[in-house]
């Protein structure tokens, strides 16, 4: 599913949020009926957790603690850390590099499905798997796939109910500094993790809904949202042909769906994963183009073929 920042700030309208709600209420009556054991989040970062001092490709969270960032839950995460270092070793031994933090922080990104479709953060345990998809260089899609499909290679040893989550996209380029156009207070923060007083936290935030109202209103230069690009995605996940996501170039992704669209990586990683154990169909489809949330709204609810 997608997140955004703004489904906990004032300033969509409520008919959308309405929308948007009914959407993530389907996706959360199948979490529920399914009642998972162990929850696998594939997720992102926006220079909360993860930083240019070091930037990994991929991370498995042995230890979690979510940042509280745009009202989403402050506090460590119930991390099965057993698990989790099986995972990265199994991972490692399918031949993905990956790396472990026994001190992850996770944002909104992580957090906000939890919330979402559990009703708390801290509801099952979790392993937290960051995958870049805002700091370049960034590798190429299909060792998202390669990465997804070693994590699912693992979790079918376990004798578990597994939900899989991948959490981000789908078109969108929201304001987000880079390295070449940050400035100096900014460059501390997204190379360095220098963190946000409270007042910056808070003007961070007004920022955001400033973004969207403009861009909501067609008064913004931020890239226009893509719906038939998310749609072409979406077909291809919900087709389960995976593989011709490889053919996709990282600055196709951003010319068609904007500069963090490649938050994409999070489900091809997710369905990889889940196509591990079979052919599977789509249940829950929900898309939205969400002007006021600035992103390609999209949930899909999966499960493999009986």
Not at 48 to 64: D, E, R, S, T
Not at 94 to 118: N, R
Not at 165 to 190: C, E, F, K, W
Request: glycine letters at 8%.
């Amino acid at each position: 599913m997608s997140h955004s920042p703004l489904l906990n700030l004032p300033g969509p309208p409520r008919a959308l949020l309405d929308d948007v709600e009914a959407g993530i209420a389907q996706a959360r009556d199948f979490v529920t009926a399914f009642d998972p054991e162990l929850v696998v989040v594939f997720s992102p970062d926006h220079y909360n957790g993860f930083f240019y001092k070091v930037m990994p490709p991929f991370c498995i969270g042995l230890q979690a603690n979510g940042v509280g960032d745009y009202g989403t839950y402050a506090g460590e995460l119930p991390v099965a850390e057993d698990t989790a270092k099986h995972c990265a070793r199994a991972v490692l031994g399918a031949g993905v590099d990956i790396t472990v933090s026994a001190s992850m922080d996770v944002d909104h990104g992580t957090v906000q499905p939890l919330e979402k479709l559990f009703g708390c953060a801290t509801a099952a345990p979790v392993i937290p798997i960051f995958i870049n998809a805002v700091a370049e260089p960034l590798g190429p899609l299909r060792r998202c796939r390669v990465l997804g499909s070693a994590v699912g290679e693992y979790l079918s040893t376990l004798d578990k109910r597994v939900l899989i989550l991948g959490s981000g996209g789908l078109s969108h380029s929201p304001p987000v500094p880079t390295l070449t156009t940050a400035g100096p207070a900014q460059l501390q923060r997204i190379v360095h993790g220098q963190p946000l007083s409270i007042e910056q936290r808070q003007a961070r935030q007004d920022q955001v809904i400033e973004a969207a109202r403009s861009f909501a209103g067609g008064a913004s230069d931020l890239q226009p949202l893509n719906p038939v690009w998310d749609q072409r995605f979406l077909d291809i996940v919900d087709s389960g042909h995976l593989a011709d996501l490889d053919k996709w170039s990282n600055s196709f992704v951003t010319h068609e769906g904007g500069s963090s669209a490649h938050e994409i990586r999070t489900w091809i990683a997710a369905f990889a994963a889940l196509a591990t154990a079979g052919p599977y169909r789509t249940e829950v489809s929900y898309y939205k183009p969400a002007a006021d949330l600035i992103a390609g709204f999209a949930i899909r609810t999966a499960v493999p073929f009986a």
